[in-house]
């Protein structure tokens, strides 16, 4: 039986509350029904983090991560970046917490501050390193900044999630450990980028997710995503790849428990 995992998803979002059927659990239901087995459901600030583990203790095949994004980093008051951390520290050492994320830079705003995003990721990345925890990496539009700060931090390993950077990143950070993420942009028909990166990874470092309810892949567009629509990201990757699509679902399968440090077995 085909089985998916999604790497990365916010069933806690407001829109799974406020347009889905069912909101948050009949999005989670429908997934689980159309062969998805496990999904990481990622925070972005402490109370998605918090929101995150909620959905862990509330489903088997849910895990979560914590930490502050980028983006959101910026609306914690100065004096507060501190206590947020050490309450993403805390919360990281909660059952099936699988990684500190979504963490990283994003330069994409017109009101970006850099150096409030850069000691946020650092200070995370620190976090990630004193668990032993992988770090999930949210990274748009600073792509060189990303990659000197997690220079400075070689101890640290994790998943580039919805990765669109070039081949030469993925050799590197192959070398040392890393995992690579491709959401629904990899079905886009212009995103030769995304499909080059994602027929380039390595068989035992591809991962596969939503970014639900965002980055819908064709022929979803439009709609709220799903994990259930993972198959279709699937299909493109496994075409790329030349492989089939039970293959290319099972192999990112093993791949995401490995990256997450997931036994496997749970799932038989
Ligand atoms: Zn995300």
Not at 22 to 40: H, K
Not at 189 to 196: H, L, Q, Y
Not at 217 to 238: H, M
Not at 253 to 259: I, L, P, T
Request: aromatic share 12%.
């Amino acid at each position: 039986m085909i089985r998916f995992f999604d790497s990365h998803a916010h069933y806690d979002d407001q829109r799974f509350k406020n347009e889905f059927p069912g909101g948050t659990d009949g999005a989670l239901d429908y997934s689980f029904e159309n062969n998805v087995r496990a999904i990481v459901n990622s925070g972005s600030n402490l109370e998605t983090s918090y929101n995150s583990i909620l959905l862990s203790q509330k489903y088997a095949n849910v895990f979560a991560t914590v930490g502050i994004h980028p983006t959101d980093s910026q609306y914690i008051k100065k004096g507060e970046l501190e206590t947020s951390f050490l309450k993403i520290e805390e919360m990281a050492k909660t059952e099936k917490v699988v990684a500190i994320g979504e963490i990283g830079l994003d330069y994409h705003y017109d009101d970006t501050v850099k150096e409030v995003q850069k000691y946020s990721f650092e200070a995370q990345l620190d976090i990630a390193e004193r668990l032993n925890l992988p770090v999930v990496i949210h990274t748009r539009d600073a792509m060189g900044d990303t990659l000197d700060i997690l220079d400075k931090h070689k101890n640290v390993r994790g998943i580039f999630h919805s990765f669109n950077g070039s081949t030469e990143i993925i050799s590197q950070y192959t070398k040392r450990g890393w995992y690579f993420s491709y959401s629904g942009p990899v079905t886009y028909k212009n995103a030769t980028n995304v499909k080059n990166a994602a027929r380039y990874t390595d068989e035992d470092r591809i991962m596969i997710e939503t970014d639900a309810p965002y980055l819908p892949p064709v022929p979803k567009r439009g709609e709220i995503n799903v994990s259930a629509f993972l198959r279709y990201t699937c299909e493109v990757i496994a075409e790329l790849r030349e492989k089939s699509l039970m293959e290319t679902a099972e192999i990112t399968f093993n791949n995401s428990c490995r990256a997450f440090g997931i036994d496997p077995s749970m799932f038989m």
